[in-house]
């Protein structure tokens, strides 16, 4: 296959986004319209690069991570939590769950209402305060590529998707399970990334490096 | 006996009241008082002794009959329901049953006309071929019908309010599936009851043209021709209904099944995690994906050094110590962190000289790691600064020519 750079006018901002873990849709417009219509030329080079490019046909683009480095991680953890609460949520109170998180809107006046109904299984996230909703969740949300905030009104966008498959993932688990007449589900724990290291200040980052290089040296 | 004209004429000229009133009995019966308020609402004008000899007129033609048992109500005569049904393009779905019953019918009527060439009676032969050809008609008809029905099903699905539960309003839409399109697909499957009963059918009126050939005339070969011609259409018409129905019909039963099985994998996921633990989500279901990555901060030209560096990397040769040879006295530094730093800075003030002190504390200290201490220690809001003039430093391996700073303990702690 021919890879001409000089085509990939947007080669740049679109690498940029999907390192960062960000999920490509029709939000970005520009980005996307050039993945979809060279979406085997930028595949290959990606994966030429070691980037393993997802074409979503539901309309989403992003890289799988390496295994080595990210496991399943509390973000996911809490990102699939909120997905679930908001289904249950939207269906009790007789709003189509679907329409909502495929490009359906929900406002930032909702959430108080949804933490107090959830507190129990939010706090098994560490989520306990709006803020922390809003931070933990709502903006790994917007950040990773899955909704945007348009001044406190969030919609979902297609990569949502990701999330409705855990949803029938765990019911076909189940079918699963209920044929086999498990009383225990084999639920295996997911491998967590420790984000408390990762959250190492650039601070002691930039010292540890520097004594390290001093001891290299030496 | 009613004289169809006046009815024909009746319902002519109240129309205008008759169509909306449709609407109402599609939903149900209405009772006299209902009747009344409604015939009121649309002839304001109106008298109550008129309203009531339009109603006893509407009685007295059949258009409006009692419901049974509940002499108060009343309901559109079926008839003309149906009739008005078709004039306002309403299209109730019948049932697949329907056609099964008219296809036996055909085949009883293929055997009718079989039994009459046989005997060579010819009168009774062409009255067959008449029934057998209005019989098709009526599948037809109701093929037709009962596409438009569908086109209609979906529709109601599709534009209902998105706010009602995707269940109950895809209702109308499994329900349909379950009793017309499952029942039809089998019926027009190929070896469905459908498909056997036109062979059968055909093969009759196929055998019948030969036999006219070779024993002479009975009936006029353009009536089997044409009998046949419509057999063949409503073979085709009912397989293009049939996939009509699917096409519409099975996308938006996949949708209602999905949101059914989205809904409940959430909520079975909430009662596993409610009682195990956000853990007890199975992993391999988890969606992978990268930690958002902070921005990686540097100027062009130091990523440029960067991997300058690493193109013109060349490992350094391994040495080993020597057995007999002395080792370094003094063991290597501990590493110093920006705590580290900083409490020593904190309580080395006042400093009259940052850049001076740090060159004190760290005589071999490469100028890089000097500058950025200087940078740290400068820029940290527990110290007051004053600029002071530009000089210059002497380091391990460079000059540098900078503005330093004096350092104080800021007003509060100083008081």
């Not at chain 1, 953890?77 to 495929?102: H, M, N």
């Not at chain 2, 109601?156 to 599936?177: F, N, S």
């Amino acid at each position: 296959m021919n890879i001409d750079l000089k085509e990939m006018t947007q080669l740049a901002p679109i690498f940029r986004e999907l390192f960062k873990g960000y999920h490509l849709s029709r939000s970005e417009p520009e980005c996307y319209a050039q993945l979809s219509t060279m979406q085997d030329q930028y595949r290959a080079l990606f994966k030429a690069l070691g980037y393993e490019l997802v074409c979503d046909p539901r309309g989403f683009y992003y890289f799988v991570p390496e295994q080595v480095s990210v496991g399943v991680n509390k973000t996911a953890q809490r990102l699939a939590l909120f997905t679930f609460i908001l289904v249950e949520s939207l269906a009790d109170q007789g709003r189509d769950p679907l329409a909502v998180l495929d490009g359906g809107t929900v406002g930032r006046d909702e959430l108080p209402a949804l933490l107090e109904k959830y507190r129990d299984l939010f706090v098994q996230a560490e989520v306990t305060t709006l803020e922390e909703l809003e931070e933990k969740i709502i903006r790994r949300l917007t950040q990773l590529g899955f909704a945007e905030d348009s001044n406190g009104i969030y919609r979902f966008l297609p990569p949502m998707h990701r999330f409705l498959d855990v949803c029938l993932s765990v019911q076909q688990d189940r079918d699963l399970a209920a044929t086999l007449h498990s009383k225990d589900l084999p639920l295996p724990a997911p491998v967590l990334l420790d984000e408390q290291s990762a959250e190492e200040s650039e601070e002691d980052a930039l010292a540890r490096a520097i004594a390290e290089e001093q001891e290299f040296d030496a | 006996m009613i004289d169809p004209k006046r009815v024909l004429r009746a319902l002519a000229e109240h129309w205008t009241l008759l169509e909306p009133l449709c609407e109402r009995f599609d939903a149900g019966t209405l009772s006299l008082p209902e009747l009344r308020l409604q015939l009121g609402a649309a002839l304001q004008d109106a008298s109550p002794a008129e309203i009531t000899a339009l109603l006893d007129q509407w009685i007295r033609l059949d258009i409006l009959v009692p419901v049974a048992k509940s002499p108060n109500r009343f309901e559109l005569n079926a008839q003309i329901h149906d009739f008005l049904a078709y004039l306002r393009r309403e299209h109730r779905l019948g049932l697949c049953l329907e056609i099964e019953a008219y296809l036996r019918h055909l085949e009883r009527l293929a055997g009718h006309i079989q039994d009459a060439f046989e005997i060579r009676d010819g009168q009774d032969l062409a009255r067959q071929l008449r029934l057998l050809d209005m019989r098709v008609r009526d599948v037809l008809k109701k093929l037709d019908n009962d596409e438009q029905a569908l086109v209609g099903v979906a529709e109601r699905a599709k534009t209902g309010d998105r706010q009602i539960p995707l269940r109950q309003r895809y209702a109308e839409v499994l329900a349909t599936w379950d009793e017309y399109v499952e029942p039809m697909i089998q019926l027009v499957a190929a070896d469905g009851a459908f498909e056997q009963g036109v062979r059968r059918v055909e093969q009759v009126l196929l055998r019948l043209l030969g036999e006219q050939q070779r024993l002479g005339q009975l009936v006029d070969d353009d009536l089997l021709l044409r009998t046949h011609a419509r057999i063949l259409e409503m073979q085709t018409s009912a397989q293009l209904t049939l996939r009509r129905a699917r096409e519409l019909l099975l996308p938006l039963r996949e949708e209602a099944r999905r949101h059914n099985a989205v809904t409940r994998g959430a909520a079975l996921a909430l009662s596993v995690i409610r009682k195990r633990g956000l853990d007890a989500v199975p992993q391999a279901a988890m969606p992978l994906f990268t930690r958002p990555q902070s921005n990686f901060l540097g100027a062009a030209s130091q990523v440029e050094a960067y991997v300058y560096a690493l193109a013109r990397f060349q490992p350094k040769p391994a040495l080993f110590p020597k057995a007999t040879g002395n080792r370094k006295s003094g063991t290597a530094r501990a590493p110093q962190t920006a705590r580290e730093m900083l409490d020593r800075c904190e309580q080395a003030l006042p400093l009259p000289d940052l850049m001076a002190w740090l060159l004190e504390q760290e005589p071999e200290g490469a100028t890089d790691e000097l500058l950025y201490w200087f940078s740290r220690l400068s820029r940290d809001p527990r110290f007051q600064r004053e600029r002071l003039e530009r000089r210059e430093y002497l380091t391990a391996g460079h000059h540098v020519s900078l503005s330093s700073f004096a350092l104080l303990s800021p007003p509060s702690v100083q008081g």
